[in-house]
């Protein structure tokens, strides 16, 4: 891992552009953007992380990072952070928390802005409905999203 500093203001991330490594706060506040508005939908301070998805699958950006403060920041790549895991499995686990966090709250924010309070369990199966006549699923993918939601 090596450091990384951002000045106040300063964009980390952008969301759609390939990633490959995650960072951790070491210190400062950053603000998490999505959508082409940029809706602002949190911020993360010293001890979290952003960035992780891509080091489970490298790819596309989820979001939009901002660094509210002066940030400074440990990043890892996605081979440092399989080498990592190889060496000390512990560190999977506690990664796994991370996302499992994330996901909860992913479940809590789409609760408040359904109406009927399905949670994303309610909303996936909406998306799968609708683009299943268009678009054959990948089996892989349909059944492993179930199993992360159940």
Same mark, same amino acid.
């Given at each position: 891992?090596?450091?990384?500093? @951002?000045?106040?203001? &300063?964009? +980390? %991330? !952008?969301?759609? &552009?390939? #990633?490959?490594?995650? =960072?951790?706060?070491?210190?400062?506040?950053?603000?998490? %953007? *999505?959508? /082409? #508005?940029?809706?602002?939908?949190?911020?993360?301070?010293?001890?979290?992380?952003?960035? &992780?998805? $891509? %080091? +489970?699958?490298?790819?596309?950006?989820?979001?939009? +990072?901002?660094?509210?403060?002066?940030?400074?920041?440990? *990043?890892?790549?996605?081979?440092?952070?399989? #080498?990592?895991?190889?060496?000390?499995?512990?560190?999977?686990?506690? @990664?796994? !928390? *991370?996302?499992?966090?994330?996901?909860?709250?992913?479940?809590?924010?789409?609760?408040? +802005?359904?109406?009927?309070? !399905?949670?994303?369990?309610? =909303?996936?199966?909406? $998306?799968?409905? /609708?683009?299943?006549? /268009? *678009?054959?699923?990948?089996?892989?993918?349909?059944?492993?999203?179930?199993?992360?939601?159940?």
């Amino acid at each position: 891992m090596k450091s990384v500093e @951002f000045k106040a203001g &300063e964009t +980390i %991330l !952008r969301e759609g &552009e390939d #990633g490959d490594s995650a =960072f951790f706060i070491v210190d400062g506040t950053v603000e998490v %953007l *999505v959508g /082409a #508005g940029g809706r602002r939908v949190g911020m993360l301070g010293t001890g979290e992380v952003f960035g &992780e998805m $891509c %080091l +489970i699958e490298p790819g596309p950006r989820s979001a939009t +990072i901002i660094a509210l403060t002066d940030v400074t920041c440990l *990043v890892t790549s996605y081979e440092e952070f399989v #080498g990592s895991i190889e060496d000390n499995p512990e560190r999977a686990v506690a @990664f796994m !928390r *991370v996302l499992v966090r994330r996901l909860r709250q992913m479940n809590d924010l789409m609760e408040k +802005i359904d109406p009927n309070r !399905r949670g994303l369990r309610g =909303f996936v199966r909406d $998306c799968q409905q /609708a683009i299943a006549p /268009a *678009v054959p699923a990948d089996p892989e993918v349909q059944s492993l999203s179930w199993t992360m939601l159940w």
